[in-house]
């Protein structure tokens, strides 16, 4: 089973990371883009994992909720992996937030007790929004590099171990279970409303 965990969106916020990608595919550039269904944010890539192991993976994950709580992120971005000059990735990034950073390496210690061979890149909160095939032309590049949308948070209340499937059409992706952190004091909840609005 091809796993990772990610944290998924409401349709709402979905629909504003989507309208932020359409405004990208009005260029005719060698993109492909992700359908709404599949944008989100990857905590960790597993890659195959044999299926008798999900058990002890949601065995040794679930205590992670009550270590950590609800937590607020910020997109404010978009961007390009590896850079201008070998662009892979097109994405919308977030702030940088040592909660969700401290998250993902939690659940690289994970993988590495149960022997699964991860990618060890740092984490950078993004949600991948196309995946490069070609090369970019001059325009669209200086498009990327000042485009501009306003900023908004979102509260993530929950994470997810998902699969991805091939067939046909492509990877599909499926929940086999999801996390939700613990809750937080009413007052705190009241700030980030107030934050973000």
Not at 22 to 42: A, S
Not at 89 to 113: M, R, T
Not at 141 to 164: C, D, G, N, R, T
Not at 186 to 195: D, H, I, Y
């Amino acid at each position: 089973m091809r796993l990772f965990f990610a944290i998924n969106f409401s349709q709402e916020f979905k629909e504003r990371f989507y309208s932020i990608s359409k405004d990208f595919q009005t260029f005719h550039e060698p993109i492909k883009y992700e359908p709404i269904e599949k944008l989100h944010l990857t905590l960790l890539f597993l890659g195959e994992v044999n299926e008798s192991l999900i058990t002890i993976i949601n065995e040794k994950v679930k205590p992670l909720t009550e270590i950590f709580s609800f937590e607020k992120i910020l997109f404010d971005k978009v961007g390009v992996f590896k850079n201008f000059k070998q662009p892979r990735i097109l994405w919308i990034g977030a702030e940088e937030n040592l909660e969700l950073k401290n998250l993902s390496e939690e659940l690289k210690l994970i993988a590495h007790e149960l022997n699964i061979t991860i990618d060890e890149k740092d984490f950078h909160p993004h949600i991948t929004i196309g995946r490069i095939k070609g090369l970019l032309s001059r325009e669209f590049i200086e498009f990327i590099k000042s485009y501009k949308f306003e900023p908004f948070s979102v509260v993530i209340e929950s994470f997810q171990l998902m699969e991805s499937r091939l067939d046909r059409s492509g990877s599909k992706y499926y929940i086999q279970e999801s996390y939700k952190f613990k809750e937080i004091k009413l007052c705190q909840m009241k700030e980030m409303k107030n934050s973000s609005s």
